[in-house]
């Protein structure tokens, strides 16, 4: 049930978005060189690689590493405010139309990421769907603290296999909102 309605969900959530993401994809053309979406190869469901789609927030050519491994400069202007409110992830719809994501899960990793892949594999993680939004970010949003290779992260991710997902998810999606910026970040 949960593919399907994540399927429904996410063509009603991309039709309606779609506005947004052009005009982002505009803005994004108009600050800096380079494609507007960004490409990714990601490890996904049964650890079968996809390419996952975002807006790019970093200047071209930047290099392929985790986003929270990028170094501040490579992050375009605008790219904060994308990061900031979420609008990045946006074509991530197109994966869950696709079936390679699903809208809560936990976040897929790059294919680079081996310590992490290992330590997922070994929790069985990749039974279930990469989400665009994982349960430590609907628990503490992305600061959570990560204890060694994704601790606190990858308990409550576990926790989330074992939990009834599909009556979950979308009760608690509105709770992976965008952070508000502090008043030191403006």
Request: include cysteine.
């Amino acid at each position: 049930m949960k593919p399907t309605l994540d399927f429904f969900l996410s063509l009603i959530a991309l039709v309606a978005s779609a506005p947004v993401i052009l005009g982002c994809m505009i803005a994004i053309r108009f600050t800096s060189l380079g494609p507007a979406i960004f490409r990714q190869v990601r490890v996904g469901r049964n650890e079968k690689p996809f390419t996952c789609f975002n807006l790019r927030t970093m200047y071209a050519n930047t290099g392929d590493w985790p986003s929270h491994e990028a170094d501040e400069a490579a992050i375009t202007p605008f790219g904060r405010n994308l990061r900031r409110t979420k609008l990045d992830e946006l074509p991530q719809l197109w994966n869950i139309l696709t079936g390679d994501m699903s809208s809560v899960g936990p976040r897929p990793c790059l294919p680079s990421q081996k310590a992490l892949i290992d330590a997922r594999r070994a929790r069985g993680l990749y039974s279930i769907r990469p989400g665009i939004t994982g349960v430590s970010q609907i628990a503490g949003g992305r600061h959570v603290p990560t204890g060694g290779i994704g601790g606190m992260r990858r308990h409550l991710s576990v926790g989330h296999i074992d939990s009834d997902r599909s009556s979950t998810d979308y009760r608690d999606r509105p709770r992976s909102r965008p952070r508000r910026p502090r008043k030191s970040e403006s």
